[in-house]
């Protein structure tokens, strides 16, 4: 439909790693006629923000503003996250949304989601009712989620916890990852050019590892220690990518620093972006670590993925994930097992056929008046027997 005034959305963007989800989001609502997109950047965009901006389609309104919550100890964490909520609220009430689309579960996510209760504005919220007990996210995306009013999930997995939290069933709608599309749409290199941008030595047995701190532990860095040990006994090339801006990182930042620097075959990128990204998953043999990058995106190429430690334990894994403990030994192991790269072919849709960004915008112009959404209701239903859209095409 075309509406007299578009709907204006508020949408936040906190760090790199969630602009890879929902840019095609962004872009598909700067064509609609009937959406309109304002974007603030914060978090560790607050440092960096010409990452972010180069993310949002042209003549979008883009603000940067909070705090970069840079991996720091407890206290100092909540005090930026304190900026972080102050500013979003700040442009809350001087842009006027009228609603407001926020992704996930980062900590420096959820004060843009507790600033806009005062003014009692819909939120509508991408992969909620995702699992990962070895992180803080856990508790940060169900608090989300039932703060939310508009649910666009991963699978049809997150959609029945969700349905089970109480959300009404016309709230729910299954999506898939719109991280799939950004990395599905992404052109092949030539080997020639991904060494030289990559600066590898070669690609044979490439391994790529991000590690990040597992938050719900006593021991963060566990994982990181257990892949160092193990990426010394197999001294192939090894793509290193930082971790995110979790407490803890800032410790890890330094040891991974001092590992890439001692070992000519390591090569640290603090960032690859979606086309270098989607390109070394591509090549690689080997995804290492516990990013949710290895649960959700590697099964896109048919790439083996060693998940460590428990960050991600309860999300959904393809067979080609295999879980272990922070242990050297184990990761080793998998690693010397797992050296020859596998098919490449996609393993599977458990989390969507990059069509996501195309789906989200349709149930935003559908919407009728987006302040209907404010007033919930507690469902007590029996869970329906929900069904991915990618399953039928027909389906959206």
Request: proline share 7%.
């Amino acid at each position: 439909m075309t509406r007299s005034a578009p709907i204006h959305i508020l949408s936040i963007s906190s760090n790199r790693a969630d602009i890879g989800i929902i840019a095609p989001v962004w872009r598909e609502i700067a064509e609609s006629a009937d959406l309109r997109l304002t974007v603030f950047l914060t978090g560790s965009h607050v440092a960096d923000s010409d990452y972010g901006r180069a993310a949002v389609p042209d003549g979008c309104d883009v603000h940067v503003g909070g705090a970069d919550i840079a991996g720091q100890d407890g206290l100092e964490c909540r005090n930026r996250t304190g900026q972080i909520e102050s500013a979003c609220a700040e442009l809350i009430a001087a842009a006027a949304p009228d609603l407001l689309l926020v992704v996930g579960d980062r900590i420096d996510m959820f004060p843009a989601v507790t600033a806009s209760i005062p003014f009692n504005l819909p939120i509508a919220h991408i992969a909620g009712g995702d699992l990962s007990f070895g992180a803080v996210d856990e508790r940060l995306r169900h608090a989300m989620t039932k703060l939310s009013h508009l649910h666009f999930v991963l699978n049809r997995h997150s959609a029945m916890r969700v349905f089970r939290m109480g959300e009404e069933l016309d709230r729910i709608h299954i999506v898939g990852a719109p991280n799939l599309d950004t990395l599905k749409s992404v052109p092949v290199m030539t080997d020639g050019d991904f060494l030289t941008e990559t600066g590898l030595p070669g690609l044979d047995r490439l391994r790529l590892v991000t590690v990040h701190p597992e938050t719900n532990s006593r021991t963060p860095s566990a994982p990181l220690d257990a892949v160092l040990k193990a990426l010394d006994v197999h001294k192939d090339p090894v793509l290193f990518t930082a971790p995110n801006t979790d407490p803890g990182s800032a410790e890890m930042l330094p040891v991974i620093d001092a590992f890439c620097a001692e070992r000519p075959w390591v090569v640290y990128r603090a960032n690859l972006g979606a086309r270098l990204y989607a390109n070394a998953m591509r090549r690689a043999s080997t995804m290492i670590g516990n990013s949710s990058s290895g649960i959700i995106e590697a099964g896109l190429f048919g790439l083996s993925v060693i998940n460590v430690g428990n960050r991600q334990e309860g999300r959904e894994a393809a067979d080609s994930v295999h879980h272990c403990a922070p242990d050297p030994d184990q990761i080793a192991n998998l690693m010397a097992r797992l050296a020859t790269r596998a098919s490449g072919r996609p393993n599977g849709s458990l989390y969507g056929d990059g069509q996501a960004a195309r789906r989200i915008r349709a149930v935003m112009e559908a919407l009728p008046d987006p302040s209907t959404l404010v007033i919930k209701r507690f469902q007590t239903e029996p869970v329906p027997a929900f069904k991915e859209p990618w399953a039928n095409p027909t389906d959206i």
